[in-house]
């Protein structure tokens, strides 16, 4: 990655690790992915009990192998015999998985009431009334999509 790149990156990341921490909320920087794993499995204690949607970026960053090889219950989507059920995901995914949903054939989100929907919650957190319990890792890195 370009240097002027990453600087302003780190920079602006900065600014939301402020920003999230006057919500009650940690954020934590990583500079590469290589650091990015070391932390996200720094937070996670070992037996626990993991399940994410369909993020790339922690494919990417080797976060769920890591998870399925370590001591920890990964419960693995991918390996239940109805992903569906188990999936809340954006337009992109709606095309990887082949789903008939508007967004998956106009790229962005609509009213999608198809039975195909996969975006069935929205979550919007804007405080955090116990600190520190929501952690949002920061990675100087392009992933995911």
Do not use: W
């Amino acid at each position: 990655m370009d240097p002027n790149i990453a600087h302003r990156n780190e920079l602006l990341a900065q600014k939301v690790v402020k920003g999230l921490g006057s919500r009650n909320m940690e954020g934590i920087y990583a500079a590469t992915r290589e650091e990015a794993l070391a932390k996200a499995l720094a937070l996670i204690p070992e037996g626990a009990a993991v399940a994410m949607g369909g993020c790339m970026s922690a494919h990417e960053i080797g976060l769920v192998d890591a998870l399925k090889a370590g001591p920890y219950r990964f419960i693995d989507r991918d390996a239940m015999e109805d992903k569906r059920a188990a999936m809340l995901a954006a337009p992109i995914n709606a095309q990887r998985f082949g789903l008939s949903t508007p967004c998956a054939k106009t790229g962005a989100c609509a009213d999608c009431k198809s039975p195909d929907t996969i975006c069935c919650q929205f979550l919007v957190t804007r405080f955090s009334h116990h600190p520190g319990r929501i952690q949002v890792l920061l990675v100087n890195d392009s992933l995911g999509f």
